[in-house]
Structures are given as structure tokens and as C-alpha cells.
């Protein structure tokens, strides 16, 4: 990297606490667990929908009992809000972020979803149409597209920015990514910034097997074993994804904030670009991919060299992987930095995506180790990839990570973090 | 009042707007209960899907101060008696 190209970096931001809900682990331990070992979450579910040929399609769910989160509102709560709300207090809390340590009117809240509420707003009008029950009150309030940010930004009392992001499975990497340019810009000190996604409702997961994008799954539905390894990204028999339910949440500060009120720094978030194919609504593009992963490296002070593991999108859809491996290629060059997609194990989890795979990533740089691309016993030797497959790898020197997200409406982003 | 109107009243007010137990008495008054007015109005539609009645729209203004949960629940057995008679259409 020239020392021109440094200058035009901008200056890290720090992750100052984390919290999760997903399917692989609603802590840290029991993710990393799973994370390094490629234990797949991925389990059959039902279904039963006029025009839905197939009995069963592959899911992640989390182990996740929504019921029991308190709303600041007291309206009820979609469970992808629910979700959010825990994933922040864990961040929160793991940060030491308490009343009285920040300025209210600084602290922002940016968050990502793709279609949040949408499952809370099936079932509504599925008891209108179908149990010819009246509408509640808070129909709406509930399955409101900010509902998420507007939770945490009441959980809080931010008094900053508090802005939703959908840009389908790009949403939280967006989020996080404009939560460091509004800290970098000295818009807020801190922010609140992640993802959440839950919509395993009939409806949405009807829409997306009609789209045949998942895994499928129906002649050995009852075989958890090869249920739990049907999603297998840049696999050359790769055959598509399972819908999965997370959220993600992590406190990201300037490191001036971070130092005055003695907050440990977990991870340095150190490079955001987000860009636009302009191609088409649902293929992905390499070279709009390629100048999004080159402009990040830019905007990190990085060489794509420095880069010890990439969190690729890895859909294991035919012509997503194809796409990808050509833009990774285009930028890294052949076999030029370890990939693995965690997709595998934790399911696409849509908006939350970015978010849950961004902390993939910070677990890795935390470890030292590149997680498995689980269930691929090798890369389809034409993508030119060195592709994680077997176990888990240690990485010496492991310093810089990146993860891709590449969104349907051909919205693509990327985050670079570094160890602290 | 009957006390499984209460009951449920109750039930409804800890399990789903997560209130103290002890705090739910029926001398207290749906605005004292620290739910605004959309809360309010979602609380009623609650207590009357799990009841399977309805309070007819002119019999309560759940937004009205001093209304108490007694009285809520002396309008949900007023309702279940007139449904009973098939006087009121049920949610």
C-alpha cells in the first residue's frame, strides 16, 4: 500500500462490546464453540402450503425465548425485535456501557434488517384473513421496519441518530459500516450498531423456496446428519442455503471515548466501503463485488495482502459462488487469502448476515484461527480459492480480516476489522 | 366480579407487558399502570382474545382515566353474560 492510499484511510473505530443471538450460540462461548468446530445449526422444517411441492426445507433457528425479553415500549414485540433487544443489552453490557457513561445526545443507534417485522405482520393478517380475528392496536408499531432501532434506541435513551438500514442481506454490514463513518465524522461518540433478522414464518419461508434458492432438502428430511450438511458454499455440488434467525450487536466507539471512560477495546473496526452493481435485481456482479472489497482495503490503509482471512458471502447458490470466487480472485488473486463462508452452519441469515459474520471474523482475528468452510470437502477446483475445508486453521500472525456482504438490488458491503 | 376474570386479567398483565404480580389489584386503575394508551388499548384486546369476548366499543374507553381493573372486569363479565344471551357478537 503506497503512503498516498494510506492517507486517504480514515482512522479505526473501536468494538468495545459484543452480543449475539443466533443459531450456533447466544454467547460468545457456545458460538465460538460452534464456529471452530463446524457445527452446523441447520435442522428440516415442516411445511405445509398450497403450491409448496416439497414437505420440508432446511432452517437455523435459534434456541431463543422471546417472551421473556421485556419491551421499553410494553407493546409487544416482533421476535427479530426481541432478538435485537437482548443482542444490544449484551453488548451494552459487555461494554460497561451504563447511564452516566456517555453523552445521550452522542450515542446513536444503526441497525439492519432486511424485511424486519415481516413476520410479526404475516401472522396479523393471517388472523384477519384466515381466523377473521380484528387487528390489534399495535399492528403496526410492531412490525415497523425501525421497530428494532427504536427499541434499543428507548432501552438507551439515545438521543443521537437512530436510523434502520434495509438493503436485504447487506443491511447490518451497511448499519455497522455508517455507525464508523458518523463516529469517524465526529457525529456521535458512540453507537449501537448490528443487525437482526427472524421471519421462519410459512409465508416468508414459502417466498423463498419459490425463488428455489434453498438447499433441498426432501428425500432425506428424516437424516439430521445430511440435513445439517446440505449448504455447502463454494462446494462444486452446492446446491443453495437455509433460511436462518439471528442478531447481532456490537458497541463501536471513537478510541478517544473508549480511553476516557476506560472501556478494554475487543477489536479495531478498520475499513468500510459500500457501493451498488447497477446490473440487475437479483444476480450479483464480480466487478461491482471486486470495487467494493478494493475500496474497503482503502479505506483500511490495507493491501490486500495484509488480509489473513476473508468471511466471504458464500450463499452456495450456483451462480452466487461462481460471482464471488471471480471478484475475490480479481482482488487477492489466486488462492491469495484463506475464505471460508459460515453460512454453512448458522444458515443465510439475511439482514442480520453482515452482522453475525463481521463477529465470525472478530472471533477469528480473537483466536488467531480461520473457521472451517464447513461441509465442502474441497473448492470447486475452477474457482482458484484456498478455501478453508476439513477443520478449523491456525493462522500465524493473523492481524486483518474482511466480510463480504452482497445483497439482492445489487447493494454490496464490506468491513475490514483488525486485532486491537 | 368473577375472580377468573380477575385471574386472567392478571395473567395477561405479567405474562405479556411483564408487570409485578403484586403490583395487579383490582382497586388500581388501567392508568396507573405505567402503559401508555396504544399499551392500554393492546392490553384490552389481549384480555378479551383470551376470554373470547369483547367489550362493546361504547361500554369502554380503556384511554379514560380511573377506570380500574374491577370495572374492567365487571364490563368483561357483563360481555360474557350478554354473549351468553347472544347479545354480542364475540371476537
Not at chain 1, 421499553?72 to 437482548?86: F, I, K, W
Not at chain 1, 442481506?169 to 465526529?186: D, K, L, N
Not at chain 1, 433460511?243 to 463501536?252: H, S
Request: with cysteine; net charge negative.
Amino acid at each position: 500500500m503506497s503512503s498516498a492510499a494510506r492517507s486517504r484511510a480514515g482512522v479505526p473505530v473501536a468494538v468495545t462490546g459484543i452480543g449475539v443471538v443466533s443459531p450456533i450460540g447466544n454467547d460468545l462461548d457456545s458460538f465460538d464453540e460452534a464456529l471452530f468446530a463446524g457445527r452446523s445449526a441447520v435442522r428440516a422444517h415442516a411445511l405445509d402450503l398450497p403450491g409448496i411441492d416439497v414437505p420440508a426445507l432446511p432452517v437455523a433457528a435459534a434456541d431463543f425465548d422471546a417472551a421473556g425479553v421485556v419491551a421499553p415500549s410494553r407493546v409487544p414485540l416482533d421476535r427479530g425485535t426481541a432478538m435485537a433487544l437482548a443482542a444490544a443489552d449484551a453488548a451494552a453490557a459487555d461494554a460497561g456501557l451504563v447511564t452516566g457513561s456517555f453523552d445521550a445526545e452522542r450515542l446513536g443507534i444503526f441497525w439492519g434488517s432486511g424485511m424486519a417485522g415481516a413476520a410479526s405482520f404475516e401472522m396479523t393478517c393471517r388472523s384477519v384473513y384466515a381466523e377473521r380475528r380484528r387487528m390489534r392496536p399495535t399492528s403496526v408499531v410492531t412490525a415497523m421496519p425501525n421497530a428494532p432501532v427504536a427499541e434499543i434506541a428507548l432501552r438507551f435513551g439515545a438521543r443521537g441518530a437512530a436510523i434502520a438500514y434495509a438493503c436485504a442481506c447487506a443491511s447490518s454490514a451497511v448499519a455497522i459500516g455508517e455507525a464508523m463513518r458518523a463516529i469517524r465524522a465526529g457525529w456521535i461518540d458512540v453507537a449501537i450498531a448490528g443487525g437482526s433478522e427472524s421471519m421462519l414464518t410459512p409465508g416468508v419461508l414459502a417466498s423463498w423456496q419459490a425463488m428455489r434458492v434453498l438447499a433441498p432438502i426432501a428425500g432425506f428430511a428424516s437424516d439430521a446428519g445430511a440435513v445439517a450438511a446440505c449448504c455447502r458454499p463454494f462446494a462444486a455440488d452446492r446446491n443453495g442455503f437455509a433460511l436462518g434467525e439471528a442478531a447481532a450487536a456490537f458497541v463501536l466507539e471513537s478510541p478517544a471515548h473508549a480511553a476516557a471512560r476506560g472501556a478494554p477495546v475487543e477489536a479495531m473496526l478498520a475499513g468500510y466501503a459500500t457501493n451498488c452493481d447497477g446490473m440487475h435485481i437479483t444476480q450479483p456482479d464480480a466487478a461491482g463485488q471486486a470495487r467494493a472489497m478494493q475500496a474497503a482495503l482503502a479505506d483500511a490503509g490495507l493491501a490486500a495482502s495484509d488480509i489473513g482471512y476473508l468471511n466471504a458471502h458464500g450463499t452456495a447458490t450456483t451462480a452466487g459462488d461462481a460471482v464471488e470466487a471471480e471478484s475475490i480472485a480479481r482482488v487477492f488473486g489466486s488462492h491469495g487469502v484463506p475464505v471460508s463462508s459460515t453460512k454453512a452452519i448458522h444458515g443465510h441469515l439475511l439482514g442480520a448476515g453482515g452482522a453475525v459474520e463481521l463477529l465470525a471474523a472478530l472471533r477469528a482475528l480473537a483466536a488467531g484461527s480461520v473457521p472451517v468452510n464447513a461441509n465442502t470437502r474441497e473448492a470447486n477446483s475452477a474457482f482458484g480459492l484456498d478455501l478453508v475445508c476439513g477443520e478449523t486453521r491456525t493462522v500465524a500472525g493473523l492481524r486483518h480480516a474482511m466480510s463480504s456482504s452482497f445483497a439482492f438490488g445489487g447493494t454490496n458491503a464490506v468491513l475490514v476489522a483488525s486485532r486491537a | 366480579m368473577n375472580p377468573s376474570t380477575f385471574d386472567a386479567i392478571a395473567a395477561v398483565l405479567t405474562e405479556q407487558f411483564h408487570l409485578e404480580a403484586g403490583s395487579i389489584r383490582p382497586d388500581v386503575a388501567l392508568d396507573q399502570l405505567g402503559l401508555d394508551s396504544l399499551a392500554l388499548m393492546e392490553f384490552v384486546f389481549a384480555v378479551e382474545d383470551r376470554l373470547g369476548i369483547r367489550i362493546p366499543e361504547d361500554r369502554l374507553d380503556p384511554r379514560q382515566a380511573g377506570v380500574t381493573l374491577e370495572q374492567l372486569a365487571l364490563l368483561l363479565d357483563e360481555a360474557s353474560g350478554a354473549k351468553a344471551s347472544g347479545d354480542v357478537v364475540s371476537s
